[in-house]
């Protein structure tokens, strides 16, 4: 693991370039990926997301890919390694899901899957019970698609329902099973913006449950900010950071909002400096269309060491 990255921060941040407000073209999404991989910031950058539709359209894409080395861009020799670790968001319904991950290109290496398991004010247990069992169901020997090595995500509304599905979760896992939660941060309207309070509230409750989560959309910078385009106030991803260290060791709902809230990084770096070299507690980390936008903030707070960038 490179030094520059600190360990509490190694695979934070997952590639969504595809994904809105990005929206970058598959093709250019897999070569900024392949940099991203050769990069000295590797280690903080988590697999390529990708829609499940897209990955015969990705898979098609490697048989011209050419993967950068440290000290090359686009001139790999023949016949070196192509294969590509990604995480596969579920646009398909969750029904053919499985099916549509076991048939992915050989080279694909499928870390993660991740659906919405309801609409907000739906009953997420029935989509969830659906989720699960493909979380629990076996690859056959030498499949990429989901097996044992797979880790599913389950996005769950912050509305109705919530806590039923966090208990079921922590059952499946208790069972074996690995399967976690993904709650949704942001996005096009209002309401897909939690207050402080209610992201406090579930960081609390997966810490009762022992249960990971990640999150997505609406990340974009370390601190709590106001967009000025929409208005909308949107978590800082170092807020977080601060928040679940704070919940790992036994905080309150309150103590856990007034981390959210903070604007000012001081105190927030007060919190996270000292756990620098520790594994990150109960958050696997989020999705950005931009790995640049996160960096950039990180190098700026002295949490990453950018002595050089490419």
Not at 104 to 130: F, M, N, S, T, Y
Not at 202 to 229: S, Y
Not at 279 to 302: A, K, N, Q, Y
């Amino acid at each position: 693991m490179s030094t520059q990255v600190p360990r509490l921060l190694t695979g934070l941040v997952d590639d969504a370039a595809v994904f809105p407000p990005g929206s970058a073209a598959l093709s250019d999404a897999l070569a900024a990926h392949r940099r991203h991989r050769a990069s000295w910031y590797a280690d903080l950058v988590g697999p390529l997301l990708v829609p499940a539709s897209a990955l015969p359209r990705l898979a098609r894409l490697l048989d011209t890919d050419q993967p950068a080395g440290p000290d090359q861009v686009g001139d790999t020799p023949a016949g070196q390694d192509r294969t590509l670790d990604v995480g596969v968001i579920g646009d398909v319904p969750l029904d053919q899901l499985g099916a549509v991950c076991a048939v992915a290109d050989p080279r694909l290496r499928i870390r993660q899957v991740e659906a919405a398991v309801a609409k907000r004010g739906e009953d997420p247990l029935p989509g969830l019970a659906e989720l699960a069992a493909l979380a629990a169901r076996s690859a056959p020997a030498g499949s990429t698609g989901p097996g044992p090595d797979l880790d599913v995500y389950a996005e769950i509304p912050l509305a109705w329902g919530l806590l039923g599905a966090l208990d079921r979760l922590a059952e499946a896992r208790a069972a074996g099973t690995r399967i976690a939660a993904k709650f949704r941060t942001g996005g096009l309207a209002a309401e897909l913006f939690p207050t402080a309070g209610e992201l406090a509230t579930v960081i609390c409750a997966c810490r009762d449950r022992e249960l990971p989560f990640k999150l997505t959309a609406g990340l974009h910078h370390a601190t709590r900010n106001v967009d000025p385009e929409t208005g909308f106030t949107h978590h800082g991803f170092v807020n977080v950071l601060a928040a679940v260290r704070v919940a790992a060791e036994g905080g309150a709902v309150d103590a856990v909002t007034e981390v959210l809230t903070t604007t000012d990084p001081r105190p927030l770096l007060q919190r996270v400096e000292p756990g620098r070299d520790e594994p990150r507690p109960l958050w696997i980390g989020f999705g950005s269309c931009s790995v640049g936008e996160p960096l950039t903030d990180l190098i700026r707070l002295g949490l990453v060491d950018g002595g050089f960038t490419r």
